[in-house]
């Protein structure tokens, strides 16, 4: 296998779990605070935002990334 795939592979792979156990902790309270009697309170929609700025913000860290070895 060649060291640049093997180190590209382990990067993403590293960078995709910290995502996705972000993702499923914030969403993890947000599902539970909409059960609640408060469903939908501005700070729900505020963690949901945040989720999704940093689901963007790591994509471009790592096409950044990408480029910087060259």
């Known amino acids: 296998m060649d060291p640049e795939f093997k180190r590209a592979l382990t990067i993403v792979l590293i960078v995709g779990s910290i995502i996705g156990a972000a993702g499923y902790i914030v969403l993890y309270f947000v599902f539970r605070g909409f059960g609640g009697k408060q469903a939908g309170k501005s700070s729900h929609i ?3 935002a945040a989720l999704i700025a ?10 950044a990334l990408s480029y910087a070895g060259q």
């Open 46 to 48: 505020g963690l949901m």
């Open 54 to 63: 940093f689901v963007f913000v790591v994509c471009l860290a790592l096409f």
